[in-house]
């Protein structure tokens, strides 16, 4: 893999919040355990992700590193991912008890079902 790849540019990112709002009025939801997904087709092509902890979840120590997993593990899976969408993923208070691997399990669950409608 050329390096670089595997980088979280900010092209792959949503950022604003008119994207955001988007995506979880009119997509199409995908639950795994800790994380809800919500995706939408967009017509641009490029795939794109924006991660949401809220407050609910923990303190600031317990979303950052939630927030972290989940940057790596779409860092590490994004070309397994289908191609012109938007994908906004949201952690569950579990999220804050689940470890690593828990949360790679729930992550794979969402990538599986993403693939499955729409590639």
Same mark, same amino acid.
Request: charge should be positive; charged fraction near 30%.
């Given at each position: 893999?050329?390096? *670089?790849?595997?980088?979280? /540019?900010?092209?792959? #990112?949503? @950022?604003? $919040?008119?994207?955001?709002?988007?995506? !979880?009025?009119?997509?199409?939801?995908?639950?795994?355990?800790?994380?809800?997904?919500?995706?939408?087709?967009?017509?641009?092509?490029?795939?794109?992700?924006?991660?949401?902890?809220?407050?609910?979840? *923990?303190?600031?120590?317990? /979303?950052?590193?939630? #927030?972290? @997993?989940? $940057?790596?593990?779409?860092?590490?899976? !994004?070309?397994?991912?289908?191609?012109?969408?938007?994908?906004?993923?949201?952690?569950?208070?579990?999220?804050?008890?689940?470890?690593?691997?828990?949360?790679?399990?729930?992550?794979?669950?969402?990538? *599986?079902?993403?693939?499955? /409608?729409?590639?």
């Amino acid at each position: 893999m050329p390096a *670089g790849a595997e980088r979280f /540019r900010k092209e792959a #990112r949503l @950022r604003r $919040r008119s994207e955001f709002l988007r995506v !979880q009025e009119k997509g199409q939801k995908i639950t795994a355990d800790c994380l809800l997904a919500l995706v939408l087709p967009n017509p641009s092509g490029e795939t794109r992700v924006g991660l949401t902890v809220s407050n609910k979840v *923990g303190n600031s120590v317990v /979303r950052n590193k939630i #927030r972290r @997993r989940l $940057r790596e593990l779409y860092r590490k899976r !994004q070309l397994l991912l289908p191609k012109g969408i938007d994908l906004v993923v949201i952690a569950r208070n579990s999220a804050a008890q689940a470890d690593f691997a828990a949360m790679t399990r729930a992550f794979e669950r969402v990538t *599986g079902e993403l693939v499955r /409608r729409f590639s």
